[in-house]
């Protein structure tokens, strides 16, 4: 079955400094991996995706993602964090490929410091 | 805004009771999931329609259930609650059977007490 593993529970961050958020991957085959942020009492929004297309992924609000294979790794960074970055994100691989079933991380609360 | 809606947001109910969550999907989508948010469970998978037909099934009690209606809404029952169903719902949906994307909604947060 296939897992994901987000490193950290809780980074925390000044304003305009780098955000890094760490996700290690366990797959049998090729995975697709994505990136899910939760504001308080808000859904889900997708932030990123990776498909086996380029390995340094862009999303929305400047972040980006690198898919490592060696290092079964799939990284969040942002160069410059921003107040409104603060919320819970997901690591998530899809259960087959281009399968429906979703396995999330635990989640990684991001808090953004003044 | 995803364009997926959920009803109601909140609900609380007592133990034993039944409870029905009601999702609508993005205009023109064909899939719909559901989600479990808990604390301690975190975010898991629990069943996905398509068109009308359950395709793929995760970590659903034989207490749940779902349906997904000709006019391609969904709603997934919830019977026997126990406090341990306490969580946050989710509903998303995709335009195809296996899509890379889906659209998640709001979510309904269920209190059992």
């Known amino acids: 079955a296939q897992s994901v593993t987000q490193l950290d529970s809780h980074v925390s961050v000044s304003e305009g400094t780098p955000v890094l958020l760490r996700c290690n991957y366990s797959?049998?085959?090729?995975?697709?991996l994505f990136w899910y942020v939760q504001h308080p009492n808000k859904g889900l929004q997708l932030l990123l995706k990776?498909?086996?297309?380029?390995?340094l992924v862009k999303g929305i609000n400047g972040f980006e993602a690198e898919f490592k294979k060696s290092e079964t790794s799939f990284h969040l960074t942002k160069p410059s964090a921003h107040m409104s970055d603060a919320a819970e994100y997901f690591c998530v691989v899809s259960d087959l490929p281009g399968a429906q079933k979703l396995v999330f991380g635990q989640g990684t609360r991001l808090t953004i410091n003044p | 805004d995803s364009g997926v809606t959920q009803t109601p947001k909140h609900l609380i109910t007592a133990t034993g009771q039944r409870v029905t969550l009601r999702c609508s999907p993005r205009?023109?989508?064909?899939?719909v999931y559901w989600y479990q948010q808990s604390l301690d469970q975190g975010l898991q998978f629990l069943i996905q329609?398509?068109?009308?037909?359950?395709?793929a099934k995760g970590n659903i009690l034989e207490r749940f259930s779902a349906q997904q209606f000709p006019d391609l809404h969904s709603e997934l029952n919830l019977s026997s609650l126990e406090l341990g169903d306490s969580a946050l719902y989710f509903c998303?949906?995709?335009?195809?059977?296996?899509?890379?994307?889906?659209?998640f909604g709001p979510g309904t947060r269920l209190t059992v007490t």
């Open positions: 329609y398509y068109n009308g037909e359950e395709r």
């Open positions: 205009s023109g989508d064909l899939s």
């Open positions: 998303a949906s995709s335009p195809r059977l296996a899509s890379y994307e889906q659209y």
């Open positions: 990776y498909t086996s297309a380029a390995t």
């Open positions: 797959s049998s085959y090729s995975p697709s």
